[in-house]
């Protein structure tokens, strides 16, 4: 299916159109496992309602072809192991179909005499398909096996409920880059207005981009260049005029509308100089997604309904961006940060060891976090953290590189 889903450091209105083209291909069905075979490795769907809606009638039952995600998801539902059944998809479709079909519509025997014994039963379950239409005669894509109690937040509807509470906050923002996933959408926003020195938690800081290996893998994982160009041109190298060591208050929220992660929003503080986030994971705001439970054939909440849903999400939108970014929550914590940032680090190679051993690296980001704590040559606490979180700018994975940022303000206060 000929589908943008991933980008990664877009421009606002960028994402704002992909998720636009999206919410225009998808289809959300609650189906019996009844409805659902494996064949050839995809999921086959029979017995469904066709679709009404403003693009016309959409036949729903055929052939669906899961996502890596998807994989995950049907795995977890029907307790086989995800890399095996991802592998048995991709090598052994035959396995796959196998397994899956065999738990989805359990194993009966007939006798001599007719009668039937059922040795396995049938899952008796309905779950929750979340599905892009299939374009010009192809397959359609399977995005997601979830529960049929998943609460739907969509990414398109969250990042307008996000946008309505930040204006009803009256506060003047940037949104600085979004990426999208097939399993999650991520968006760091900051406040140009709301920035306070932090001279001891950048002292003697350097951009680590300045260095055109650092540069090329950040620019490597970034496939809106559009946005890169822009980003490049504003950064410049170290600290010139309007670039000095000031920290900016800022905030992410993130969604999954696949049962990857719930909707979050977390304060964070942004470095301009190196866009460098140093997010406080233990002040996010989290929405787990679970509604009731839903009758099968098409998803079509009530207005009412999902209303109801974002207008919770906008208010706590606006409650926190109205607290984080104020001055005088910016000021206590880059004092609190401040006082743990002037650590000395000694010895940089054993200090990444044992901290990545400490917060569950990997080897490759330990020697890259190492890479970047050089480059930058802050041989502090500080120091650290902002090797992380430059070195999560080259991460592929946005996901990931959000996991490393909220760690990096944990490995400055382990270092002594």
Request: include cysteine; glycine fraction near 8%.
């Given at each position: ?20 083209t ?5 289809i ?16 086959e769907?029979?017995?469904?309602e066709p679709?009404?809606?403003d693009?016309?009638?959409?036949l ?11 994989d ?6 029907l307790?086989?192991?995800?890399k ?5 998809r ?20 007939r ?54 509470g930040i204006?009803?906050?009256?506060a ?10 097939d ?36 620019q ?5 260049l559009?946005?890169?160009?822009r ?6 190298q170290?600290?010139?005029?309007g ?9 992410r ?18 470095v ?46 606006r ?9 005088a929550?910016?000021?206590r914590?880059?004092a ?8 000395p680090v ?8 044992v ?8 080897e490759?980001?330990r ?10 040559a802050?041989?502090?606490a ?15 994975d ?5 996991s ?9 206060a382990?270092v002594?």
């Open positions: 299916m000929s589908l943008t889903t991933t980008v990664r450091n877009a421009g606002f209105e960028h994402m704002l159109s992909m998720l636009r999206q919410n225009a291909a998808k959300d069905v609650v189906a019996p496992a009844t409805a659902l075979r494996a064949r050839g490795g995809a999921i769907l029979s017995g469904i679709v009404v809606d693009h016309g009638v959409t729903v039952d055929g052939l669906y072809v899961p996502t890596a995600v998807a995950t998801t049907i795995a977890a539902k307790g086989i192991g995800s095996y059944l991802r592998f048995m991709t090598e052994r479709p035959d396995l796959f179909d196998a397994n899956v079909n065999g738990l989805l519509h359990g194993k009966s025997k006798g001599a005499d007719g009668t039937v014994t059922t040795i396995h039963p049938a899952d008796s379950r309905s779950f929750l398909l979340r599905l892009f239409r299939g374009q010009d005669g192809e397959a359609g894509v399977l995005r997601a096996l979830l529960s049929d109690r998943f609460g739907m937040v969509d990414n398109l509807d969250l990042l307008t409920a996000v946008l309505d204006r009803q906050a009256d003047q923002v940037e949104i600085r880059s979004c990426d999208l996933t399993s999650s959408m991520h968006c760091k926003v900051y406040s140009p207005t709301v920035e306070r020195l932090a001279p001891t938690l950048l002292a003697g800081y350097r951009n680590p981009f300045a260095n055109p290996e650092l540069e090329a893998e950040r490597r994982v970034t496939t809106d559009d946005t890169w160009r980003l490049a041109a504003a950064e410049g170290g600290y010139e005029p670039s000095e060591p000031v920290v900016f208050a800022g905030f929220f993130s969604n999954s509308e696949v049962g990857s992660g719930s909707v979050t929003l977390k304060p964070e503080l942004f301009r100089v190196c866009r460098n986030g140093l997010t406080l994971p233990a002040l996010a705001f989290r929405k787990v997604h679970l509604g009731q439970r839903m009758e099968g054939g098409m998803i079509s909440w009530s207005q009412d309904t999902v209303k109801k849903q974002l207008d919770v999400i906008a208010a706590q939108a409650d926190h961006v109205r607290e984080w970014l104020s001055p929550f910016l000021a914590q880059v609190t940060l401040e006082e743990q940032a002037g650590a000694t010895e940089p190679q054993a200090t990444v060891q901290l990545g051993r400490e917060l569950g690296f990997t490759a980001e020697e890259g976090v190492l890479r970047h704590f050089i480059a930058a802050q041989p502090t500080a120091g650290i953290a902002h090797a992380i979180t430059s070195y999560s700018q080259t991460v592929a946005p996901a990931r590189a959000d490393l940022d909220d760690l990096a303000l944990r490995a400055m382990l002594r």
